[in-house]
């Protein structure tokens, strides 16, 4: 099945800047959603950017989608401690079986330093 | 609050054992899933349901199993032929399913489950 790939792997920065993380992935899609993980938790869900919308915020978060070159990037500006997490794509498609799935990407993990 | 309720948080399997991961939510929504986690991975889909009394494989179901008997829950049991259950699973639920693809999904907090 297709999956994202995010980059990097892992970014350390300073707080108050700002932090870019990409995910990449391999065939169409109806959507891609961010979401964030922290330390032995659930995810949350942060933004979803549907296949014909090319930018998207939510507060601190700007997401943009280019379908024509299969990537998307996730950009936290100033940033804080607090923000300190795993960030996951995720692209919905459909599946084998006729039905919308969710494939996730390894993740980003950020660190942010006081 | 509505949220969705895994538990335990923390389980232990000896050989042979077949154990169940509990799951509820208070959302109403249609659709349940399990994923399982493995260190610096992404999640992959075990199983999920649209709908009650219905269910789907997802890309890794060997080895577990499910069960949609009430639309507020969905419990995994890890039975003894997966061969490598040392994971942190994660159930989510959606409103719409996966009939539109366009929701987001709202997670528990996982169970950590490890061999003895």
């Not at chain 1, 169409?28 to 919308?53: K, M």
């Amino acid at each position: 099945s297709q999956q994202g790939e995010e980059d990097p792997q892992a970014l350390s920065i300073q707080e108050g800047e700002n932090a870019t993380m990409n995910c990449s992935y391999k065939t169409s899609i109806n959507n891609l959603q961010w979401y964030r993980q922290n330390s032995g938790r659930g995810l949350v869900h942060l933004i979803l950017i549907r296949s014909n919308e090319r930018e998207k915020h939510s507060g601190r978060l700007r997401v943009t989608l280019d379908t024509s070159k299969k990537s998307s990037s996730l950009l936290i500006t100033a940033s804080r401690a607090a923000d300190t997490a795993s960030y996951f794509c995720a692209t919905a498609a459909i599946s084998g079986a006729g039905s919308y799935q969710l494939t996730f990407g390894k993740g980003t993990k950020l660190s942010v330093i006081p | 609050d509505g949220g969705i309720t895994q538990s335990p948080k923390y389980l232990f399997r000896k050989e042979g054992q077949n154990v169940t991961l509990s799951c509820e939510q208070n959302l109403n929504h249609d659709a349940m899933y399990w994923y399982r986690q493995d260190p610096g991975q992404g999640l992959r889909l075990i199983y999920y349901s649209q709908i009650v009394n219905d269910f789907q494989k997802g890309d890794i179901a060997e080895g577990y199993s499910v069960s949609r008997e009430k639309k507020e829950s969905f419990p995994l049991t890890v039975t003894s032929a997966q061969k490598n259950p040392t994971a942190f699973y994660l159930c989510a639920s959606s409103s719409s399913g996966t009939a539109r693809g366009n929701q987001p999904q709202h997670f528990g907090d996982g169970t950590r489950l490890s061999i003895l």
